[in-house]
């Protein structure tokens, strides 16, 4: 079965400092990982996603994540954060190309403090 | 939000009541979903399509029913609403099972 996890509830960073986001997962087969971001009273925003290829994916507004299948981690981070970053974060995996389903994690509230 | 709307956005209601919220594409997408927000729990499937009249249930399906009449919406029934269904509602849609599953902006559904 798959299953997401996001170790921190919140992250707190000082505005110009790098983030990281944690998330680690488990799937029987191949992982497909995606990183959504959620700002107050609005619908989720695609961030970026790993499918296949270089580990290190870049994605909207700067972000990008590291994919380690060896860890089986899909953490995301960001050079130096902004205070407009600050939201709700939420990892999800899909079990290859044939599954449907996403199955994400309980979101990890990023806060940038100025 | 990726030519999706959903509605209503803000709804209260009382327990035994039926629901009905709706989900419209303007992206032709095949597949559509259900999902629901709640603190704790990120987000988890309810019901999903892959096709016009074609839906299976996801994870927590229970109290739910769906429809897909039309390619651009799918509706989501709470025949007699209980208050564990208060929740932020989403739907999201995508073109192909590789694809990324876009989302629309939320219903927020309050039931007294």
């Known amino acids: 079965a798959q299953s997401v996890a996001q170790p921190e509830d919140q992250v707190n960073v000082a505005e110009g400092n790098p983030l990281t986001v944690k998330c680690t997962y488990s799937?029987?087969?191949?992982?497909?990982l995606f990183w959504y971001v959620q700002y107050p009273n609005r619908g989720l925003q695609f961030l970026l996603k790993y499918i296949t290829g270089d580990n290190l994916v870049k994605g909207s507004y700067g972000f990008e994540a590291e994919f380690n299948k060896s860890q089986t981690s899909f953490h995301l981070k960001k050079p130096s954060a902004l205070v407009s970053d600050s939201a709700l974060y939420f990892c999800?995996?899909?079990?290859?190309?044939?599954?449907?389903?996403?199955?994400f994690g309980t979101g990890t509230r990023l806060t940038v403090i100025p | 939000d990726a030519g999706i709307t959903q509605s209503p956005r803000h709804k209260v209601t009382e327990t035994g009541t039926p629901v009905t919220l709706r989900c419209h594409q303007t992206e032709n997408h095949r597949y559509m979903y259900w999902y629901r927000q709640d603190p704790g729990h990120g987000l988890r499937l309810i019901h999903y399509?892959?096709?016009?009249?074609?839906?299976d249930k996801g994870e927590v399906s229970d109290g739910y029913s769906v429809s897909r009449s039309k390619t651009e919406d799918f509706l989501l029934t709470l025949e007699s609403a209980t208050s564990s269904q208060t929740s932020v509602y989403f739907c999201a849609i995508n073109g192909g099972l590789q694809e990324t599953q876009y989302f629309g902006p939320g219903t927020r559904l309050l039931v007294l």
């Open positions: 399509s892959y096709g016009v009249k074609d839906t």
């Open positions: 999800a995996v899909r079990e290859g190309a044939g599954a449907n389903n996403l199955f």
């Open positions: 799937v029987s087969g191949n992982p497909y």
